[in-house]
């Protein structure tokens, strides 16, 4: 017959807990370590998309005058046909278009300073 032997220090239940505790380590290390590497390509992508749209924003600009100018011959017809007209309230529509035409340029030229392009 086998006679069970006593364990009096505990010893496997100390040393499944550091098993265990190097485990947990050893995973959350791991965890950690993936969760940086994903951060530094996070940044190059953020860093990309900036310079992309850096890249777009004289064609953006481009494209506000454009619809700036096709506002403006819109207005001046416009305007131009009231005056033959002969309505009264002629010069304060002529304000107006001009004013949204000058707001378009002002714009651009503002988000030009504004952001360093």
Known sequence: M???ISNPFGLKK????KVWLLSITLCVYSVLNSVMARAQDGEAGIRAAADKVSGYFDTGCDLVYAIGAVVGLIGAVKVFNKWNAGEPDTNKVAAAWFGSCIF???????LKSFFGV
Request: glycine share 8%.
């Open 14 to 17: 100390k040393l499944s807990g």
């Open 104 to 110: 378009l340029v002002i714009v651009a030229t503002v």
């Open 2 to 4: 086998k006679k069970k």
